[in-house]
């Protein structure tokens, strides 16, 4: 004879929930409405399970504790969760240092600072303190993109894939657009060249092959209705071997010649050289405007390491038809990147001061010895909660992620938690600590949790020890 109904009998009222100690206090600090809705959601969540033992005809083989307290803990934690932030801060010891579903770059203390000062106050976002007269949003950061990049002219927009697609529209919408099909590439999400290409409205011409594509495959597909040639980074992908790639100097040299444009979609905006810090070649924004490229486009949260924006800089009379495009607005900036950006962008003006302080670049050039110190330290903190033998320091690459330098690996070392059989689940571990505040993100390879110091920040050490505690203690 199965139990189910006198188990059912058994679930608290939610009434009955809310007059346990425990709730009864904690709708002095959150809303009411969600505590009361977390104590339904438990008793719901109990009654279902329960349910779903008479609707299988099984007898009953788990152990309910239905008591009142009992539900009243599991009511509070999940009131606590509910009432928390959905967006929220984390620890990345992914290693990955640009990652896309993390957020992509951390922002300078300095942004941090402009930002926090912009969003409390009224601010001179379109208006003129010289002139005491209506000003343009599009005026803060055009002279210092232009000094940073050396180009007459710039705009910010909201990402860079609106940035492809503005300066496609304004330029060549109704008009032929040639790019190399080794370069018609797929980056993330659904950014994707010849959907961007066709929704604004250019018609794509593809030449070359998957692997090669010479200058004279682009001369070849040049008629009256073509507008420009496009060169695309292909960022998260990369092709070796048997290649063949035309160069930003000599495209804009045979576009020049036939009265076309070039436009150069770096992707993720570098303006330090990478190699100085013994990091792999990338092509700097300075570089492509220098070869010729008409206009640049970039993104603000790549490698820039500011907040999420697309930029566009080139020659004036394209920037300006771009900036009164009718779709201009739909992708306009607000308030909150022009000052992080500004910010960030003030850094470059002192490369030393850059590589300190924006995360995105003193993560990139973190030296492996650093890393190592910070490895041993952290290895210490968890040798507290695994013991001495699970816990060891392995030499291991870290990425810089955001479709950036896919190749690049560099060197770190990581702390590898390899638990003991009888322990808990290492997937069950990595799923707690995405539950801890803050939540912590991990590597897992082959059972063993790997922690990357570089995209730890040192202030973040003592709270990720804790947390993974917390989660190893259940
Ligand atoms: C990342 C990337 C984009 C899209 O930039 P968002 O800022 O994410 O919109 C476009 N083109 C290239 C080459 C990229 O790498």
Not at 100 to 124: D, E, F, H, M
Not at 164 to 178: I, M, P, Y
Not at 305 to 318: S, T
Not at 366 to 392: C, H, M, N, P
């Amino acid at each position: 004879m199965s139990n189910y109904q006198s188990l059912l009998r058994e679930l608290p009222a939610v009434d009955r929930l809310l007059r346990e100690p425990l709730l009864d206090d904690l709708i002095k600090q959150l809303p009411r409405r969600v505590v009361l809705q977390a104590a339904q959601d438990t008793i719901a969540s109990y009654r279902q399970k329960i349910n779903s033992y008479a609707d299988n005809d099984q007898d009953i083989q788990e152990k309910f504790d239905l008591s009142p307290a009992t539900l009243a803990m599991e009511a509070a934690a999940l009131a606590e969760r509910n009432a928390g932030s959905n967006l929220k801060a984390l620890i990345n010891a992914t290693g990955i240092i640009i990652h896309t579903n993390l957020g992509r770059a951390p922002l300078p203390g300095a942004a941090v600072k402009a930002l926090s000062s912009i969003a409390a106050n009224y601010n001179n976002l379109e208006y003129s303190l010289q002139s005491g007269t209506r000003g343009s949003r599009h005026e803060h950061l055009e002279n210092l993109i232009c000094e940073l990049t050396g180009t007459e002219a710039a705009i910010v927009l909201n990402n860079n894939a609106g940035a492809v697609f503005l300066a496609l529209n304004a330029v060549a919408s109704g008009r032929e657009v040639v790019v190399s099909r080794g370069q018609l590439v797929e980056i993330g999400g659904s950014f994707r060249i010849p959907d961007i290409m066709a929704a604004s409205g250019a018609a794509l011409v593809e030449v070359g092959t998957t692997n090669k594509t010479y200058l004279r495959d682009y001369e070849a597909a040049v008629n009256e209705n073509t507008a420009a040639f496009l060169k695309v980074h292909a960022s998260n992908y990369q092709m070796v071997g048997f290649t063949a790639e035309v160069n930003t100097e000599d495209l804009a040299d045979l576009a020049y010649r036939q009265g076309l444009l070039l436009i150069e979609d770096l992707g993720s905006g570098v303006i330090l050289d990478l190699e100085k810090y013994g990091l792999p070649f990338e092509p700097r924004v300075q570089d492509s405007v220098a070869a010729g490229a008409d206009l640049v486009t970039f993104s603000g949260d790549k490698m820039l390491g500011g907040p999420q924006a697309g930029i566009i800089v080139g020659r004036k009379d394209l920037i300006s038809s771009i900036r009164t495009n009718q779709l201009a607005r739909t992708l306009r900036v607000d308030k909150f990147i022009i000052a992080a950006l500004e910010a960030t962008l003030r850094l470059y003006l002192d490369e030393e001061k850059a590589i300190k302080e924006i995360p995105v670049w003193r993560m990139l050039t973190a030296d492996a010895e650093y890393l190592k110190q910070r490895a041993s330290k952290l290895a210490e903190g968890l040798r507290d909660i695994f013991g001495i033998d699970t816990v060891s320091v392995v030499k291991g690459v870290s990425r810089v992620g955001g479709g950036a330098l896919p190749a690049a690996e560099l060197p770190t070392y990581l702390v590898a938690v390899k638990l003991h059989e009888e322990d808990v689940y290492p997937t069950e571990l990595v799923e707690r600590l995405r539950h801890t505040d803050p939540p912590v993100i991990l590597r897992l390879q082959h059972d063993t949790l790997l922690f990357d110091p570089r995209t730890v920040f040192e202030d973040q050490e003592d709270t990720l020890v804790n947390m993974v505690k917390k989660a190893y203690q259940g």
